[in-house]
């Protein structure tokens, strides 16, 4: 871990950035609405707790209720405090974030956000520490449900740290949910050390191949694509530094369950029961897999163990099992081929 680069970005995030409207680029901004479900709850959050939002999207799922989450690099806490509302009182969420400055804010509205929310007692408690280290912060080996990151994990200079650190806290059948900034290219090194492009979110992050291959090295070689947007540098002096790469907006999902590295065909087929209450008509799991309610939809084994094997397993009905094997899936139907290529990704 890079000393130097940690304190660089506590500065840039503690000490430089006032508002969100201090950015330079559209790295760390939504241009996305939220689904229609996350809005109201997005409302309920202290104005003061929204200007100080740097995220670059929704990296929020369905189905909560009485999960245990971890927001890592929660700031000032705006995603913790619409966590708080989706899992209700018999659940709670742990922000975890290295800047002073920003969890200053997070926990001056602790107790204004649960009046507002009518809780007894508080389900939101906000740590000092390093995405890095999670032991550090006292996160226990599997004891956490869904972890969630907004734009922050390309801010660290240990990335395969960090994601072997969210595998190990994650329970099995847990889910990650990010979004974050990533590349086409490799970064080259002289533009790693720009603390302003590292600072908007841009230097630091990871090759979409690079992070394909480091998942798959951690045992999750099927990571899944919700949406991915093309970013803009609005700033001459970046855009002259950086304007040959492309950038992109991703929210990705992974799951920590029995995975193939490529989609195997085992005659699976999943029928939504539309049991969520944020999606009573469909579910979408990635960019390619809509499940309208009741409708069979032949899935591989990947797919088949995803919903099987995590908290949306009671909303879905998995016909088939792995006895036999049909050879790879067909992952031809996908819309949009334009998407990071993933060996494992249907």
């Given at each position: 871990?890079?000393?130097?680069?940690l304190?660089?970005?506590?500065?840039?995030?503690?000490?430089?950035?006032?508002?969100?409207?201090?950015?330079?680029t559209?790295?760390?901004?939504?241009?996305?609405?939220?689904p229609?479900?996350?809005?109201?709850?997005?409302?309920?959050?202290?104005?003061?707790?929204?200007?100080?939002?740097?995220?670059?999207?929704?990296?929020?799922?369905?189905?909560?209720?009485?999960?245990?989450v971890?927001?890592?690099?929660?700031?000032?806490?705006?995603?913790?405090?619409?966590?708080?509302?989706?899992?209700?009182?018999?659940?709670?969420?742990?922000?975890l974030?290295?800047?002073?400055?920003?969890?200053?804010?997070?926990?001056?509205?602790?107790?204004?956000?649960?009046?507002?929310?009518?809780?007894?007692?508080?389900?939101?408690?906000?740590?000092?520490g390093?995405?890095?280290?999670?032991?550090?912060?006292?996160?226990?080996?599997?004891?956490?449900?869904?972890?969630?990151?907004?734009?922050?994990?390309?801010?660290?200079?240990?990335?395969?740290?960090?994601?072997?650190?969210?595998?190990?806290?994650?329970?099995p059948?847990?889910?990650?949910?990010?979004?974050d900034?990533?590349?086409?290219?490799?970064?080259?090194?002289?533009?790693?050390?720009?603390?302003?492009?590292?600072?908007?979110?841009?230097?630091?992050?990871?090759?979409?191949?690079?992070?394909?291959?480091?998942?798959?090295?951690?045992?999750?070689?099927d990571?899944?694509?919700?949406?991915?947007?093309?970013?803009?540098?609005?700033?001459?002096?970046?855009?002259?530094?950086?304007?040959?790469?492309?950038?992109?907006?991703?929210?990705?999902?992974?799951?920590?369950?029995g995975?193939?590295?490529?989609?195997?065909?085992f005659?699976?087929?999943?029928?939504?029961?539309?049991?969520?209450?944020?999606?009573?008509?469909?579910?979408?799991?990635?960019?390619h897999?809509?499940?309208?309610?009741?409708?069979?939809?032949?899935?591989?084994?990947?797919?088949?163990?995803?919903?099987?094997?995590?908290?949306?397993?009671?909303?879905?009905?998995i016909?088939?099992?792995?006895?036999?094997?049909?050879?790879?899936?067909?992952?031809?139907?996908?819309?949009?081929?334009?998407?990071?290529?993933?060996?494992g990704?249907?």
């Amino acid at each position: 871990m890079t000393q130097e680069t940690l304190k660089d970005v506590q500065n840039y995030y503690g000490n430089v950035l006032e508002s969100n409207e201090d950015l330079k680029t559209s790295a760390c901004c939504i241009s996305e609405s939220p689904p229609e479900y996350l809005r109201s709850l997005i409302s309920n959050v202290h104005e003061t707790v929204q200007s100080k939002f740097y995220g670059c999207g929704s990296p929020i799922p369905a189905a909560l209720e009485g999960c245990t989450v971890l927001d890592l690099g929660c700031g000032t806490g705006r995603d913790a405090y619409v966590l708080s509302q989706l899992v209700g009182e018999n659940g709670s969420v742990i922000g975890l974030d290295m800047t002073t400055e920003q969890l200053s804010v997070a926990n001056q509205y602790v107790g204004w956000h649960m009046d507002k929310f009518g809780y007894k007692q508080a389900n939101v408690e906000f740590k000092h520490g390093y995405i890095e280290d999670l032991k550090q912060a006292g996160i226990q080996d599997s004891s956490i449900d869904l972890i969630i990151s907004n734009c922050v994990i390309n801010l660290s200079p240990a990335k395969e740290s960090v994601f072997s650190e969210i595998i190990r806290v994650l329970k099995p059948g847990g889910e990650l949910y990010f979004s974050d900034v990533f590349s086409g290219q490799r970064i080259p090194e002289h533009l790693k050390k720009d603390k302003v492009l590292y600072g908007e979110c841009l230097s630091g992050a990871m090759y979409t191949e690079d992070f394909r291959r480091m998942m798959t090295r951690l045992a999750i070689p099927d990571t899944r694509v919700v949406n991915k947007r093309l970013l803009t540098l609005n700033d001459p002096e970046l855009f002259k530094k950086a304007g040959m790469i492309d950038f992109y907006s991703m929210t990705i999902r992974a799951f920590k369950v029995g995975l193939e590295d490529i989609c195997e065909n085992f005659g699976h087929v999943a029928y939504y029961n539309g049991s969520i209450a944020q999606a009573p008509h469909q579910f979408m799991l990635d960019d390619h897999h809509v499940f309208k309610t009741g409708m069979p939809v032949p899935v591989c084994g990947n797919t088949a163990n995803m919903l099987s094997g995590s908290r949306f397993g009671s909303h879905f009905t998995i016909e088939g099992d792995f006895s036999t094997h049909y050879g790879p899936f067909d992952c031809t139907t996908a819309p949009d081929t334009n998407e990071i290529s993933n060996a494992g990704c249907c």
